[in-house]
């Protein structure tokens, strides 16, 4: 079994204030979906560490 799990805008939508839209070979069509759960939460980021002395001295 394949499976994915990711975070995309909604199929009918062209903009979602919590996913940016990008370009790209990066569209999903809607017949490629076989299973969706829709909600309302932020995109997920990672968490960012500390800038360590030499990235602070690098910029």
Known sequence: MDTALIQVPS???H???SM???HGDSFINI???DSAY???RPSI???TAPESDV????G
């Open 20 to 22: 940016p839209r990008t």
């Open 31 to 33: 017949r490629d979906i």
């Open 55 to 58: 990235e602070r001295r690098i």
């Open 15 to 17: 903009v979602n204030p």
């Open 38 to 40: 829709m909600n309302d």
């Open 11 to 13: 199929p009918d939508q």
């Open 45 to 47: 980021s990672p968490e």
